[in-house]
């Protein structure tokens, strides 16, 4: 919309009927990506101790850019179809909004990415050592000890009774 109100330009995205997958058949597993706190902690540790910046980002588009496994057929999108072709079904060799296997897809292409690019695997699966780890860097870079319970957190006095 522009600032009067009026339209700018139109927008639309193709999602596909996600809901009429059938668990073993169109998909064999699903993922949803959760990063653990220590992680976030530890990557801020290393910037902090290495004096790096850190950036974050989105990416708007990304499981458009999974490649898929299955064999996946959608309908023509109404409205788009050609005229006599209207029969005809897409075969799909990229994830799109809406599949099940999109997150995991996208994922496996983004990790062989980053390891064809020299990345490694984080192999650091217990949260003790990756706090404990933290915890050294920042006793090493600032001379962080153990200061016991906080009194104030985020300017919120904490009240002990």
């Not at 101790?49 to 023509?76: C, P, S, W």
């Not at 060799?93 to 997150?103: D, E, M």
């Not at 650091?124 to 990756?130: E, G, S, T, V, W």
Request: with cysteine; glycine share 6%; net charge positive.
């Amino acid at each position: 919309m522009k600032a009067d109100g009026s339209i700018d330009k139109y927008k639309a995205r193709l999602v596909i009927k996600g809901f009429r997958q059938k668990e073993g058949f169109d998909y064999f597993d699903t993922y949803s990506p959760v990063t653990r706190i220590t992680s976030i902690r530890l990557v801020l540790a290393i910037a902090a101790l290495r004096n790096l910046e850190v950036h974050q980002m989105d990416v708007k588009t990304a499981f458009l850019n999974g490649d898929l496994e299955e064999e996946i057929y959608m309908e023509q999108p109404e409205g788009f179809s050609a005229p006599g072709q209207e029969g005809k079904v897409c075969k799909l060799v990229k994830s799109l909004y809406g599949l099940k296997q999109a997150p995991k897809q996208w994922h496996q292409k983004f990790d062989q990415v980053m390891l064809n690019n020299g990345f490694k695997i984080n192999e650091c699966d217990n949260d003790d050592k990756m706090i404990k780890s933290t915890k050294d860097m920042l006793k090493a870079r600032f001379d962080m000890k153990d200061m016991g319970l906080a009194d104030v957190i985020l300017g919120v006095k904490i009240n002990r009774t």
